[in-house]
């Protein structure tokens, strides 16, 4: 279970007593997270998620929580979070960074249609055009400075082939300049897990703690590459289609984007081989993350580099 700091029934029914959302009934934790503890929580007036943080620093945090804030004010379907009493959101429980939010209804959807894939292309634009006012920046911690510290920082613990590979996309990178394409808020991490499906609709986008400021595009190839690919990894030409029509319907790719899509789908898969490849060769004394294998999207990039297809347009 990924819940690396317990609460107590006593420490959490005490701690709630901050908030108006009435009396602890129940509480559980939440299997699939995997760098926070998360939590169910029950309450005589509504049902909520518990997050504490174990390792995003503290003053990043009103970013995320003010972000999930503003975009729910804008209709999206993301987890608002609550005030407490003194009209805060992020508060303090078993000595950690904590903050509760509204839950949402549905499940995730590990096996999606084209019909899906098109529902979150619009869902994305959507939240793209939303961003736009928010006034709160932080920079994408995983960005393009960011991969190439961690590309150099991993290398040693590669094989000869992935070492190929990685100096060889690392150089193409560094030639590349997202930052002349439209910029703004970015969810960073939209993979199938962190949308609810109610029905046929979407009932909820979760987990905004890899959200901040970049390429948009970028968020749209972090998204295909997870939504849109099969067994083999290679994308699914309608899957992708439907995507990526369904975005453009709201926000129109511009030229620019055009021309950087297959090096953004490049840059997409290099972030998460880095991450993973960072939490199983280089974990930070006392860090707590699942570590998911990084040979996946190794080999995600292998096909990006050989073929992509056009964004519309």
Not at 152 to 181: C, K, N, S
Not at 253 to 279: K, P
Request: aromatic fraction near 10%; hydrophobic fraction near 45%.
């Amino acid at each position: 279970m990924s819940v690396f700091t317990s609460v107590s029934a006593g420490q959490l029914a005490h701690w709630l007593g901050g908030y108006a959302v009435g009396r602890l009934v129940e509480f559980r934790g939440i299997p699939a997270g995997v760098q926070n503890s998360n939590f169910f929580v029950t309450t005589t007036l509504g049902r909520y998620v518990l997050t504490l943080f174990e390792a995003i620093p503290r003053g990043d945090l009103p970013y995320f929580l003010y972000l999930m804030a503003h975009l729910a004010h804008h209709g999206l379907p993301v987890p608002a979070p609550i005030a407490n009493r003194d009209n805060e959101y992020l508060g303090t429980l078993s000595e950690r960074p904590a903050a509760l939010v509204r839950r949402l209804n549905g499940v995730s959807e590990m096996a999606p249609t084209a019909d899906h894939c098109a529902r979150v292309g619009a869902m994305l634009a959507g939240l793209h055009l939303a961003g736009q006012s928010y006034g709160r920046r932080l920079e994408n911690a995983r960005g393009a400075a960011w991969r190439a510290d961690t590309g150099a920082r991993v290398r040693a613990h590669l094989g000869a082939d992935e070492r190929a590979l990685l100096d060889a996309e690392l150089a193409f990178q560094a030639t590349q300049g997202f930052e002349t394409l439209p910029q703004g808020v970015i969810h960073a991490d939209l993979f199938r897990d962190n949308v609810l499906w109610d029905g046929e609709h979407i009932g909820g986008v979760i987990d905004f703690y890899f959200a901040g400021n970049d390429a948009l595009l970028f968020d749209v190839a972090v998204t295909v590459n997870d939504w849109c690919v099969g067994p083999d990894k290679q994308l699914d030409p309608s899957r992708t289609a439907a995507l990526l029509d369904a975005y453009h319907a709201e926000r129109p790719f511009t030229q620019a984007e055009r021309q950087c899509w297959q090096a953004m789908l490049r840059a997409a898969a290099l972030r998460f081989w880095l991450s993973r490849a960072e939490d199983l060769h280089l974990p930070k004394p006392g860090e707590m993350v699942q570590v998911k294998d990084p040979a996946e999207y190794a080999a995600i990039l292998r096909l990006r580099v050989a073929a992509t297809p056009p964004l519309p347009g």
